[in-house]
């Protein structure tokens, strides 16, 4: 790490002692946080730790309550994203917030299009402009470009570029590498060294310690809207940040319980889809968790979706138990013990406007007939209340209103409540805290145990290797590599994958697209 | 942690709970004590007790959630705003003129609310799967046109029988478009608006329909008829209420409709058959427009070609006053019905009170957003939008 | 070839014109003729001056219903105020006080529109279903279900007029229409206002981070609808120098067709001004040329529907195998 030459000791960025409370909820209390130019200053916390709430003071959306913000060491009442981004904070959101039909240079100069007579754009001035800003990124494509044709690493550097708009003094990072490849995501990663190196100061939230440990200069920790101190990266480790985060200790036993599984349950010859995979064969036994290890678009998610039906296939085929699947529809995969545990819970896990009961409903619906139960659904909420510890007051409590952990554990009991042999799931702690991220680890080490097949689709190696009994490393569609029980390391699974993901990512330059 | 079915004592124990429970507390409620929590059941209990015991009076305060710890109008509004709306309106009216309230005038505000009314039964459901119909008022047309014009060539039985296949062949086209090919329901029930009228100008030949005998045929029934002093589409109305509010909260496909009006791919990863579920929505939908076509042509004992021209934006307008979301996932059929009679009552009442009969237009649009207004601005928690 | 091929891919709506007028020209007879095709602009121009400000409200994700109950009003407005009292010493020139008023009206009641949805944050298709509802009863209301004729000829004169342009006498009304395309158009693309309806469409959460005013935004482009609805409603009063209280009933219907058609999507962020103009030119090319083939008038309703939907199929088809083709390439 090349330290920047004269680290400047006044912070760019300030904040002290500020709290800001909701109804029944103090969120923040007494947090001081402060970034210096030319640093960069990582924070985290787990989820509900008041990382976003602090992140909204600083960009003026919330006012705190006590406590003050200042900027270059002038304290500042900010009243609005826009009144923070003229005073030199960027904040670089999750969700992209780009208009996809617009020019990316429309895009830069968002809501400031410069003007000329009769509210004309002065479309030379944007367009040099936007130039000497995709410049100072090194980006190659034209500011005339419609966002919609662009990559997705692509757009994250339209984002930045929009963040460099103004004289920029502390770009504000909020997860950026959850939708990059490995590829762009060291792109990013550059970038924001060359920020550093700029005297930028630069905030990065982050939940994945790998990064935190490759990027920062020092670690603020948040527990529950109170500081838990700041850190030297250089000075400290992992465990004592995760230590902090979560409260307590933790611990570091070398995995001895791979499990080989029993009978067969799930058999997949040969399977083919387009614009997907190819070539697709494996085996999954009932007692053992088999772990899918890829890139994005590497076609990991897309095997889950044939096996459950919601993907059509043009060749092979799929065995549950011995017996073919012919409908390939997802009534067909519940009926035969398969669930589906998807990744983005809002958008596939959850009816969010309906009650507990309604969603636990849903799943075993078909079997009822044409009559509804409301009685067994009540009882299937009682049940899944006590078994996953839901948090939910009574059974036709909107999920709306539960908080994130406690809707996976409502989607979690949904597929139980099918009674399934085989548990296909999909990314189980993306965007989940440190402490819940263990807690459904053990979930699914005790639900093996218990004599469930399950599957586990994740892009973050950590988690592939603290649950899989097995590892099946996906490439561009392909199944590459098969490692078992010892076998599986760091070192191994990586290896399947940039063994063949050089070769080919050299060749294809930057395209996301697995089959381009 | 006992649960209790009274809707708004949930509310309450929830948003207590949510209060009460400080960031770092662990364990779900019921592990350890949690007096707040406990305090809250308390009252709950108190609440019910007093329900059963104290009648109409404590039945309604309940109701209302007049008893609750956090009792605010904004929620009251929010859950019981077109009741209020309707008692309101009801009491005025009634005040203001002598005439309103007696047998004979809500008997024929609600016979001819009944056509809109059904036609809105059906259309609340596919509304509550997130979709649209708007071409329920052309389907009315032609199956009125259908069934009046066969009535004297084929006789009235078969005539039903054609304009029921006719009117289920419509349902079954919008419910292929939107279920099946997944096409945008606002457009493609647009399209069948006009198809649809395109077929009706064309059977007709631009010509009107009339039944010549209309003193002989038993046909006269559903439009005219009566049994036990009270008219046959009042019954009809209230009778498909009842049975499509049992579809909607008694049986799995009503559960499927709310499913995939709440999150559409959500159910789908559920196993719920999403095509056949809309698809039967457009036919539920169909069949109560033939319902209400069979009512229309047997009152009037003849049609225009445009007799239902305009009728789904009313339908549509008192789906809406009813409450129900037009992105799909909340609606209530017996919310529906208030809201088709909310109309009605209102254009009686200015009649009866001299206003020329297109006052209750002007009445019916501020009734519409104030409406929704209300609904959405409870939800949000303020009145105004968060629009700068 | 290609870009042309991408071109009529992405643009169907152009191919669909093309292919109706050689179609017509070879087989309505009088169709191929420039006094036709002056006939066919003035056709075009009541739905089309109303579906310019369209295209505006639905790129930015909204809708209005009440255009055509608007247009009754303006209208109506229109014919009654040149007898009105404060106009009567301006003689001939009390049409241009009315049609001050006309377009006043129009931009009150689309203001009323836009003030609701911006402040009421109410859904536009249910504010605007409201008002179409209201509208139309204020129409009649004030005329008391009554038609109402102009007294001053010249008011329908000025509705019949050309201007002579070369050889040609073209109508007032045509020339007018396509001049407000151009402006239209040139107001969507180049100007900041018009680049901020896309921003506000394609994404509203966005826009307001910008710091794009996204409420009266909205309510601007709602006004312009307004003021637009009112013109049609003067032009097609001159026209038939006169105003019925049921003018314009299902004109929102083939309006928002016309601009379905030109590819506009519902969900806002994605439209053009010169594709709601060849949409709305399909659909009056298709009603001149079905009359002049002698096909009854019933027919067009049917063809219509059958289009509107067959353009969602294909605008279905086309992005799936844009995805695939990404997918594969």
Redesign the interface.
């Known amino acids: 790490m090349i330290q920047p030459a004269e680290p400047s000791k006044t912070p760019v960025l300030s904040v002290e002692g500020v709290s800001k409370s909701f109804p029944g909820v103090k969120a923040l209390d007494g947090v001081s946080f402060e970034v210096r130019p030319g640093e960069v200053m990582a924070l985290v916390g787990e989820n509900g730790a008041g990382k976003s709430t602090l992140m909204k003071v600083i960009d003026g959306i919330y006012q705190p309550e006590e406590g003050s913000v200042s900027i270059g060491g002038e304290t500042v009442a900010l009243q609005s994203p826009q009144d923070a981004k003229r005073r030199g904070i960027a904040m670089i959101h999750q969700e992209l917030s780009l208009v996809e039909d617009l020019s990316v240079a429309e895009n830069l100069f968002l809501g400031e299009l410069p003007r000329k007579s009769l509210g004309r754009v002065d479309w030379k001035k944007l367009y040099a402009d936007s130039r000497r800003l995709l410049d100072r990124l090194n980006c190659q494509f034209s500011p005339r470009a419609l966002i919609r044709n662009l990559t997705v690493a692509h757009k994250q550097l339209v984002e930045i570029a929009r963040a460099l708009v103004y004289e920029t003094r502390v770009v504000i990072f909020d997860e950026p590498t959850t939708s990059l490849t490995d590829r762009e995501r060291l792109l990013l990663f550059e970038i924001i060294r060359d920020l550093r190196s700029q005297g930028v100061g630069i905030v990065y939230i982050s939940h994945k310690m790998d990064e935190i440990f490759e990027l920062s200069d020092r670690i603020t920790v948040l527990r529950d809207g109170t500081p838990q101190g700041v850190l030297e990266t250089a000075e400290t480790d992992e465990d004592s940040v995760v230590e902090r985060m979560i409260g307590r200790k933790v611990s570091h036993a070398a995995r001895t319980d791979f499990r080989s599984g029993e009978d067969v349950v799930l058999q997949v010859s040969d399977l083919w889809s387009r614009g997907a995979f190819r070539e697709v064969s494996f085996e999954l036994r009932s007692g053992e968790i088999l772990g899918f290890y890829g890139l994005i678009g590497s076609g990991r998610t897309e095997i889950l979706e044939a096996i459950f039906g919601l993907r059509k296939c043009y060749r092979g085929e799929i065995r549950v138990a011995g017996e073919r699947l012919d409908k390939h529809n997802p009534e067909e995969a519940i009926a035969r013990g398969i669930a589906l545990i998807p990744e983005d819970r809002k958008e596939n896990g959850l009816a969010l406007s309906l009650a507990c009961d309604r969603n636990l409903g849903m799943t075993v619906m078909n079997q009822w007939g044409n009559l509804a139960h409301p009685s067994r659904e009540k009882r299937l909420f009682e049940e899944y209340r006590e078994k996953l510890s839901i948090k939910a007051p009574g059974p036709s409590y909107p999920v709306d209103n539960l908080s994130g952990g406690n809707q996976q554990k409502v989607v979690i009991g949904k597929w139980l409540a099918t009674e399934p042999r085989i548990l296909l799931v999909d990314e189980p702690t993306r965007g989940i805290d440190v402490g819940s991220k263990a807690q459904i680890h053990q979930l699914l080490r005790d639900l093996a145990a218990e004599g469930y097949a399950i599957i586990v689709v994740s892009s973050e190696m950590p988690e592939i290797i603290r649950v899989s009994d097995r590892v099946l490393s996906l490439y561009e569609g392909r199944i590459v590599s098969e490692l078992v029980g010892e076998e599986i390391s760091e070192e191994s699974v990586g290896r399947a994958i940039t063994g063949v993901g050089e070769l080919a990512s050299t060749a294809h330059d930057s395209n996301t697209s697995p089959e381009s | 942690?006992p649960?209790?079915d009274d809707?708004s004592g949930?509310l309450t124990?929830?948003t207590r709970?949510?209060?009460?429970?400080?960031?770092?507390a662990s364990?779900?409620?019921e592990a350890g004590p949690d007096p707040v929590h406990q305090q809250s059941q308390e009252a709950l209990h108190e609440a019910e007790e007093a329900v059963v015991a104290g009648g109409i009076g404590a039945r309604f305060r309940a109701l209302l959630g007049l008893d609750s710890p956090d009792f605010s109008w904004t929620k009251v509004l929010a859950k019981q705003g077109i009741l209020l709306a309707f008692v309101i309106a009801m009491v005025g009216f009634s005040l203001a003129s002598d005439r309103f309230l007696s047998f004979d005038n809500f008997s024929s505000v609600l016979r001819q609310s009944s056509i809109i009314g059904i036609m809105a039964l059906g259309v609340t459901i596919v509304v509550i799967s997130g979709n649209l119909d708007l071409s329920v008022g052309s389907m009315l047309s032609f199956a009125t046109i259908l069934v009046v014009d066969l009535h004297d060539k084929i006789g009235p039985a078969p005539a039903m029988a054609v304009a029921l296949v006719a009117a289920l062949a419509c349902g079954a086209i919008n419910g292929t478009?939107v279920g099946v090919?997944?096409?945008?329901s606002?457009?493609?029930t647009?399209?069948?608006?006009?198809?649809?009228?395109?077929?009706t100008?064309?059977y007709s030949g631009?010509q009107n329909a009339d039944i010549t005998n209309q003193s002989d045929t038993w046909f006269a029934f559903f439009g005219r008829g009566e049994i036990a002093g009270i008219a046959v589409p009042i019954l009809l109305f209230l009778g498909l209420a009842i049975i499509l509010e049992w579809v909607l909260?008694?049986?799995?496909?009503?559960?499927?409709i709310?499913?995939i009006g709440?999150?559409a791919?959500?159910?789908?990863?559920?196993?719920?058959?999403r095509v056949k579920t809309v698809f039967f929505s457009y036919l539920i939908s169909a069949f109560c427009v033939w319902c209400a076509a069979v009512v229309m042509g047997s009152r009037v004992m003849g049609s225009q070609n445009t007799v239902g021209?305009?009728y789904e934006?009313?339908v549509?307008?008192a789906i809406?006053v009813g409450g129900a979301s037009?992105l799909g996932?909340?609606g209530k059929i017996s919310k529906t019905v208030i809201g088709v009679l909310l109309l009605g009552f209102i254009q009686n009442g200015l009649l009866l009170l001299g206003f020329?009969?297109?006052?209750?237009?002007?009445v019916?649009?501020?009734v519409?957003?104030v409406a929704?207004?209300l609904d959405?601005?409870a939800r949000?928690g303020r009145l105004?939008?968060?629009?700068? | 070839m290609d870009k042309f091929k991408s071109f009529f891919l992405e643009q169907p709506i152009w191919a669909f014109l093309i292919a109706i007028t050689v179609f017509f020209s070879l087989f309505a007879p009088n169709f191929f003729d420039i006094q036709n095709f002056e006939n066919i602009l003035i056709q075009a121009s009541t739905l089309g001056i109303i579906a310019l400000g369209m295209t505006l409200v639905m790129i930015n994700g909204n809708i209005d219903l009440s255009v055509g109950a608007i247009l009754a009003f303006c209208a109506v407005v229109m014919v009654d105020a040149q007898s009105w009292p404060i106009f009567a010493q301006l003689g001939d020139w009390a049409i241009l006080g009315a049609f001050f008023m006309a377009i006043l009206a129009g931009m009150a009641l689309g203001g009323l529109n836009g003030f609701l949805v911006w402040k009421t944050g109410v859904n536009a298709f249910i504010v605007t279903l409201g008002a179409m509802i209201g509208i139309r009863g204020l129409v009649f209301v004030y005329t008391q279900e009554q038609s109402l004729f102009a007294m001053n000829f010249l008011f329908s004169d000025i509705g019949m007029s050309s201007v002579p342009l070369g050889p040609l006498a073209v109508p007032t009304i045509a020339i007018l229409f396509l001049v407000l395309v151009a402006l239209v158009h040139l107001l969507l693309t180049r100007t900041v206002h018009g680049r901020n309806t896309f921003a506000v469409g394609g994404n509203p959460e966005a826009a307001v981070n910008a710091g794009i005013r996204v409420g009266p935004h909205m309510f601007v482009n709602y006004l312009i609808l307004g003021g637009l609805t009112g013109l049609a409603g003067v032009t097609l009063s001159s026209q038939m120098g006169a105003a019925t209280p049921n003018l314009g009933r299902d004109y929102e219907l083939w309006v928002i067709t016309g601009v379905v058609l030109g590819g506009t999507k519902l969900a806002g962020g994605y439209g053009s001004i010169l594709r709601s103009f060849a949409g709305i030119l399909s659909i009056a090319i298709l009603r001149n040329g079905m009359n002049m083939m002698q096909v009854q008038a019933f027919y067009v309703y049917v063809i219509l529907g059958g289009i509107l939907i067959a353009v969602l199929i294909l605008d279905k088809q086309l992005s799936s195998r844009k995805v695939r083709l990404s997918e594969q390439v």
């Not at chain 2, 399209?191 to 395109?198: F, K, V």
């Not at chain 2, 791919?265 to 058959?273: Q, T």
């Open positions: 942690m649960s209790s809707s949930e124990s929830g709970r949510a209060a009460a429970q400080p960031p770092r364990g779900p409620p478009l090919l997944r096409l945008n606002l457009i493609v647009l399209g069948m608006l006009s198809a649809i009228q395109g077929f100008l064309i631009g909260h008694g049986t799995t496909f009503g559960r499927r709310f499913a709440s999150k791919s959500a159910a789908e990863y559920s196993g719920i058959n021209k305009g934006l009313l549509l307008a809406i037009l996932g909340s020329s009969y297109w006052t209750q237009w002007l019916t649009w501020v519409i957003i929704v207004w959405v601005g949000r105004l939008s968060p629009y700068a």
